[in-house]
């Protein structure tokens, strides 16, 4: 079992920034690929970006060039970087982590779940 524990998000303004990390402590696994994924109120999950251990980065079209996923392999942490958001990015966020990385890599959840954070951009 892989614990994935989230912090960061909260509230911005539109164009404002945010930063969210994830962790796998503890975990006797080498995490091949994390990501993120968003759920906004009505619609259905959507992966928002996902780094693997080999340093591949896959990103939704609407988030590329304003997020930045980035990775510390040596403490399977992952981390993303929110700029110029807009009220859309509105959703709560959850990490995901997926300790082959065969599915991510291709744009398919892995097995391991935090439990997510809110991120609200509001003017």
């Known amino acids: 079992q892989v614990q994935v524990v989230e912090s960061g998000g909260g509230s911005a303004q539109p164009g404002g920034s945010l930063r969210l990390s994830c962790a796998a402590p503890?975990?006797?696994?080498?995490?091949?690929?994390m990501g993120w994924y968003r759920q906004a109120p009505g619609k259905q999950r959507e992966l928002v970006a996902a780094?693997?251990?080999?340093?591949?980065?896959i990103y939704l079209d609407s988030v590329r060039g304003r997020f930045t996923i980035s990775r510390d392999n040596a403490n399977n942490t992952v981390y993303l970087q929110m700029n110029s958001l807009k009220l859309e990015d509105t959703a709560v966020y959850f990490c995901?982590?997926?300790?082959?990385?065969?599915?991510?890599?291709?744009?398919?959840?892995?097995?391991?779940w935090g439990h997510g954070t809110q991120v609200t951009v509001s003017s």
């Open positions: 780094h693997t251990r080999a340093g591949s980065t």
């Open positions: 995901n982590a997926d300790p082959t990385g065969s599915r991510l890599r291709v744009g398919l959840a892995g097995d391991y």
């Open positions: 503890g975990s006797i696994f080498t995490i091949n690929a």
